[in-house]
């Protein structure tokens, strides 16, 4: 697996992001929202325009791989940059397009004091962040003149190039948390922690499973980002997601449990949201594309997009969530909206969003399981009958379940009051004041 003016910008759109705390629904009166189109502007995803990559291979990069793109309305996207011209030409043309890049460094490919006139023709405009070796800690390491001196020089000689051309810089992305003090000389060199919280086939909102929360975002952020950038910075997830390999075979190798595509059309949207709502600055789901078509190969099957073109669940239900909430412009102080929730509110969870028209919406979910990762099957998640109670008057909620459609259908509110059922799946309300 993977200027100046931009700075500030930087700095308003995690100041927004770092602004409203994640809280139960329940316990929500006049909570903080966050600007609507910062979650869109916090969703990426993992490509791979190299060469030998399933996704350039024949006509695939522009009959499948490119459409893709645009019709999900996704605006980040991570990839290596090295030497070749093609990669680069490649991401031009994307960064033409109007798409942003964090792009992923390697020393033992191209030295980071050799990569400005990469970068140049890549576009100065269309990258927004440059990345240290990822997974040091992983095969790189074993390379022949790999080590995490290396990726420390690196991210050091990287950052003064980030610095020159204004681009941010985002420290490596480690597996262990043990290993973070051997990479933690990065800090000086780091305006971004980094970490790859993938939940292995478990809720995105998962507590961990292993030492110290392992498996969550929490430990990603404390045990693996900010342990090498320090304390008190902004933090990415340049890797998480889920798998679709779920057949016999790839269940018995898994080191990373899979589930199937209806679990992960719930999960995804829920996982970009608890991130949001966690201060994640950004987080990109790994892949686009499944490069294989394998049913047992855990690799081969984590794209949103199946190998022969086709769109999984996933891909609807984001395609329609970043429809909904786009709302690009200035940044905007978007207040409180006061609401209560009573009723069946057990794992009932929130995320408020307002765009700049003064339109609310409210995002809930059941923060609970909807795949078996013991079973490999699906669960049929029962849902919960909640009663929403604003504080202030409302002149019109409507409701939306993005994973069916980007319509939204008018729901009867007397005295201030709706009653919904909350599953597994995000309903998005739409308020107006």
């Known amino acids: ?39 869109v502007e916090s969703i990426g995803i993992n490509i791979h325009a190299w060469p030998r990559s399933s996704y350039v291979s024949g006509d695939r990069w522009r009959k499948v791989i490119l459409p893709a793109l645009r019709e999900l309305g996704v605006r980040h996207l991570r990839d290596g940059i090295a030497g070749p011209v093609e990669v680069a030409e490649r991401h031009a043309a994307l960064a033409s397009e109007g798409f942003r890049l964090t792009l992923i460094t390697d020393p033992l490919l191209t030295p980071a004091l050799q990569l400005g006139p990469v970068l140049k023709r890549v576009g100065l405009r269309g990258i927004a962040m440059l990345e240290g070796v ?49 990479y933690a000389g990065q800090a000086p060199y780091a305006d971004y922690g980094n970490c790859h919280p993938y939940p292995g086939g478990r809720i995105p909102e998962t507590s961990g499973w292993g030492a110290n929360g392992y498996g969550s975002v929490e430990h990603g952020r404390d045990k693996l980002a900010l342990a090498v950038a320090g304390s008190g910075k902004p933090f990415v997830a340049t890797e998480a997601g889920y798998n679709n390999a779920v057949s016999a075979k790839a269940k018995a190798a898994a080191g990373h449990h899979g589930c199937s595509e209806a679990a992960a059309a719930a999960y995804e949207p829920r996982l970009f949201l608890h991130y949001l709502n966690l201060g994640v600055a950004r987080s990109f789901h790994y892949e686009l594309y499944d490069q294989r078509a394998n049913p047992d190969d855990v690799e081969a099957n984590f794209g949103w997009v199946r190998n022969d073109g086709s769109r999984k669940p996933s891909y609807v239900t984001m395609r329609n969530l970043i429809s909904i909430l786009s709302d690009p412009g200035p940044p905007f102080v978007p207040g409180r909206l006061s609401f209560t929730l009573a009723g069946a509110t057990s794992g009932v969870m929130s995320c408020l969003l307002k765009k700049r028209d003064g339109t609310w919406f409210l995002a809930l979910w059941l923060a609970r399981s909807v795949w078996d990762i013991r079973t490999y099957s699906d669960v049929d998640l029962p849902g919960q009958t909640v009663s929403l109670t604003f504080g202030d008057s409302v002149r019109q909620v409507s409701g939306n379940h993005p994973s069916e459609s980007t319509t939204f259908e008018e729901i009867p509110c007397s005295d201030r009051r709706v009653e919904l059922v909350v599953s597994g799946r995000i309903y998005l309300l739409r308020v107006t004041t």
Do not use: C, F
């Open 1 to 39: 697996m993977l200027g100046t003016e931009r700075a500030a910008t930087r700095r308003q759109i995690v100041s927004s992001l770092l602004a409203a705390p994640m809280v139960a629904a329940a316990q929500a009166p006049g909570i903080r929202a966050h600007q609507a189109d910062a979650l």
């Open 134 to 182: 990822n997974e040091p800690d992983g095969a790189w390491v074993r390379k022949v003149g790999a080590s995490p001196a290396l990726a420390v020089a690196h991210q050091r000689d990287l950052h003064a190039v980030g610095s020159s051309l204004g681009i941010p810089v985002a420290a490596s992305a480690l597996i262990n948390a043990g290993a973070a003090r051997e």
